[in-house]
């Protein structure tokens, strides 16, 4: 899928939002400046616009590794695991152990194990023009049918 445009990818993210639920887990997968953190940014707004919420400055949480969100009953783990090179270093975060009630969206999830039940994986890349991107992406668990065109 070609990503013509912010507000597309707004569209997009939105959409996800509308169907995730707690103990989901969405991985962000793509170069430095391909989206990740503006697609993570869409996505709460969203989500604390839909609640209610005032909408927050979200950031990328490269230096920290972790901002949450708290979105009424929801919370929103957002990691940004660039700077870890071993799995030893994450598995010292503890990511899948001290909150499981959780939405987790983790961009540079490389090292993470796949074996989650309910992952969405987005995967963004540059495309021949510059204001657009190229997106696909795979589902697990309850994301396994989803289909493009319902994005």
Known sequence: MIIKSLDHLKLISNKIADKVSENDCIFLIGEIGAGKTTFTRYFINYLQ???GIKETE???PTFNLLYEYDIN???V???DLYRINKSKELDRLGIFKDDLSSIKIIEWPE???PNLAN???LHFKYSKKEN???LSFAG???WKDIKTNEL
Request: aromatic letters at 8%; glycine letters at 4%.
């Open 111 to 113: 090292l993470v194990e």
């Open 58 to 60: 979200v950031l990328s």
């Open 140 to 142: 697990y668990g309850k």
């Open 73 to 75: 009953s929801l919370k």
């Open 132 to 134: 657009e991107r190229e």
């Open 77 to 79: 783990m957002h990691y």
């Open 119 to 121: 992952r969405l994986e």
């Open 49 to 51: 616009k839909r609640e």
